[in-house]
Structures are given as structure tokens and as C-alpha cells.
């Protein structure tokens, strides 16, 4: 069983940053994939950024040019670096992490709450 734990979330001023991580219990990056989810009040889960399992890295067109996804795999950690928040980014993040071989399963982290004011 795979442990997925965040941190960094809080309550910045519209423009403020914030860099999440989420840190996995053991090294799963070789076979998995990690990606990055929020989901606001009311409104459903939506992917943020996540890498392909040829190591690209994509985005939601409302974060582009703001948001950064990146990883650590000697540390088994994730990032998401979120600059210049609107208080549209307003959300419980979530990372989670995609197996690249089949019969194994995904992985979520806890979730981590974003609060931006304007």
C-alpha cells in the first residue's frame, strides 16, 4: 500500500504563490505517473497538470504559463509550484499518482485545501 502526503497548501492575497508536495511512502515514480486535481465547491473533480508516461507535462489552459508540475524522484516527491493564484484556483487539491502497468492500482493523496482571496 502506497502512502501519497501533501503539504503546502494555505491562504494567500490574489497573485500570491504556493508550491504543494506530495510525497509518496516509497519510490513509485519508475511505474507511476503523478498528476495534480482540484476540486471547488460544488463543482467536480478536474485535472490541473499531470505528467504522460513519456514524462510530458500537461496542463489545464486555465493554469497555463501559472502553474508548474514537476517531481523529485530521489525524494519521491511531486510538486506543483502555483504563481500568480486567482481566487478561481480556490480548491482542496489532491495529487495522484497513475500506474504505467496494468492490475495496479491508483493512488490519491488526502487532499490539501488552496484558498485564494481577492
Known amino acids: 500500500q502506497v502512502q501519497l502526503v501533501e503539504s503546502g497548501g494555505g491562504s494567500v492575497q490574489a497573485g500570491g504563490s504556493l508550491r504543494l508536495s506530495c510525497t509518496a511512502s516509497?519510490?513509485?515514480?519508475?511505474?507511476?505517473?503523478m498528476a495534480w486535481y482540484r476540486q471547488a465547491p460544488g463543482k467536480q473533480r478536474e485535472l490541473v497538470a499531470g505528467?504522460?508516461?513519456?514524462?510530458?507535462?500537461n496542463y489545464v489552459d486555465s493554469v497555463k504559463g501559472r502553474f508548474t508540475i514537476s517531481r523529485d524522484n530521489a525524494k519521491s516527491t511531486g510538486y506543483l509550484q502555483m504563481n500568480s493564484l486567482k481566487p478561481e484556483d480556490t480548491a482542496v487539491y489532491y495529487c495522484?499518482?497513475?500506474?504505467?502497468?496494468?492490475?495496479?492500482?491508483?493512488?490519491w493523496g488526502q487532499g490539501t485545501q488552496v484558498t485564494v482571496s481577492s
Open positions: 495522484n499518482a497513475r500506474p504505467t502497468l496494468p492490475g495496479i492500482p491508483t493512488y
Open positions: 505528467f504522460t508516461s513519456v514524462g510530458t507535462a
Open positions: 516509497s519510490s513509485i515514480f519508475d511505474i507511476y505517473v
